[in-house]
């Protein structure tokens, strides 16, 4: 009988899932694809097979106000599809593993103890990832929960790398830089040996640019440091938060504007970035489009950002042999990663236009003493990998 795993993200008003089927050993693949938003304002309901073709699309009542409710969707969901068939295990993406999650993780009640302890240092997705492994665990009895972290690719940085220079008594309370988009960039470095196996080896600055958007600068597959610190703030330009700013602008919003710490949390998380620079959108396809000299000084800006920090990480590598855009918007759009390449031409970077228009993965020329390359990432697909991975292990020792 065919093996399936489950695999869960939960935010704060969404849930994304996907099925994964386990046909042999170590292969997993996508069966069905599915988003549960709008939880609390106008919920919604969507699943695409692997192809991308609508299986179902619905309006969900109102009542589906909050992630364990958008479960029960999903179980309802399943029940009649997958009938009798073998759970191994469901799969979690969880924003913050601490200092202790270097690997994925089999969820008991003193894992999920732990996870509920980091809930300050990501309040605004931890909590959603917490419930939904609670939620899991109830409807799928006897099914090992997986926690799979975005931190844990970024615990092997040199400790130089992660420091916060704050006080020790500040720090020893577990203030350092963590770093985030791990699963996204694992995934990117198990691919670099077939899809471009001269940079694996090498130094390579990846580029995650999504809604939130960060870079990670690896050597040898592994990573060495990258922009989001001990939050998802920190860094380059995203939809809605601003990256880097001098804390100072944090300091001012309080002090001097009067600012509540839930305004300034929701200026830092919702209100800036391309959003605040534009005043019109935290879309880059709707930026490009416009015309309004804000929306251009948002695009502007986040690439400017964006070269800027492949300078950072390129000087922490010693060099740069390759860059790889991913993610919504360095997978989709060619305008972003022709600037960002070109203003990063003093490295050795030489985008090819007519490459960067096709479908890839390399988009630089020949004689680019620095390849560039565009690989989708696929953050599910690696979770379920995780999750066949640990409980295997589990099972080879039992
Ligand atoms: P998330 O961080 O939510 O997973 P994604 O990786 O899905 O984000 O990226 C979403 C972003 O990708 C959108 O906000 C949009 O700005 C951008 N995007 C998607 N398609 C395009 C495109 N064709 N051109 C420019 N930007 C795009």
Redesign the pocket.
């Known amino acids: 009988m065919n093996a399936y795993a489950l695999v869960l993200n939960a935010g704060s008003s969404s849930l994304k899932f996907c099925v994964f089927r386990n046909p042999e050993p170590h292969v997993w693949r996508l069966e069905a694809r599915g988003l549960i938003d709008g939880i609390g304002t106008a919920p919604n309901f969507s699943v695409k097979d692997a192809g991308g073709a609508a299986i179902d699309q619905r309006r969900l009542d109102i009542g589906v106000h909050d992630g364990r409710a958008a479960l029960e969707v999903l179980a309802a969901w399943l029940r009649p599809r997958y009938a009798g068939a073998r759970v191994v295990g469901v799969g979690h993406r969880v924003v913050h593993g601490g200092q202790r999650y270097l690997a994925p993780t089999v969820v008991t009640p003193a894992v999920l103890k732990h996870l509920r302890d980091l809930v300050p240092l990501a309040p605004l997705h931890q909590p959603y990832n917490v419930a939904a492994i609670e939620a899991a665990a109830e409807r799928l009895p006897g099914v090992p929960q997986v926690a799979c972290f975005d931190t844990s690719f970024h615990r092997g940085q040199p400790e130089v790398a992660q420091v916060v220079p704050l006080p020790r008594e500040i720090t020893r309370a577990g203030v350092q830089r963590y770093g985030f988009h791990g699963l996204s960039y694992e995934y990117i470095s198990t691919l670099l040996p077939q899809v471009a196996p001269e940079i694996a080896h090498g130094r390579v600055v990846v580029a995650h640019l999504?809604?939130?958007a960060s870079m990670c600068a690896m050597k040898d597959g592994r990573s060495i440091d990258s922009t989001l610190g001990f939050t998802a703030l920190d860094g380059l330009c995203m939809?809605t938060r601003p990256g880097a700013i001098d804390p100072g602008v944090v300091l001012y919003l309080f002090q001097s504007l009067g600012l509540s710490p839930k305004d300034v949390e929701n200026t830092l998380y919702k209100k800036s970035g391309l959003l605040g620079i534009s005043g019109v959108s935290?879309?880059?396809?709707d930026l490009?489009a416009s015309r309004d000299p804000a929306a251009r000084l948002a695009v502007d800006y986040f690439v400017y950002r964006a070269a800027k920090e492949i300078g950072a990480l390129a000087a922490v590598l010693g060099g740069l042999d390759g860059l790889v855009f991913t993610?919504?918007?360095g997978e989709?759009?060619p305008e972003?990663r022709q600037r960002i390449c070109e203003a990063s031409a003093w490295l050795g970077i030489e985008v090819d236009p007519d490459a960067n228009q096709g479908h890839g993965p390399c988009i630089s020329r020949r004689s680019s003493r620095v390849s560039a390359w565009v690989i989708p990432t696929n953050e599910e697909l690696m979770i379920a990998r995780h999750t066949g991975a640990v409980l295997g292990l589990i099972e080879a020792s039992a």
Do not use: F, H, K, T
């Not at 935290?282 to 396809?285: A, G, K, P, T, V």
């Open positions: 999504g809604s939130g939809g935290n879309d880059m396809r490009l993610a919504g918007i989709n759009s972003i």
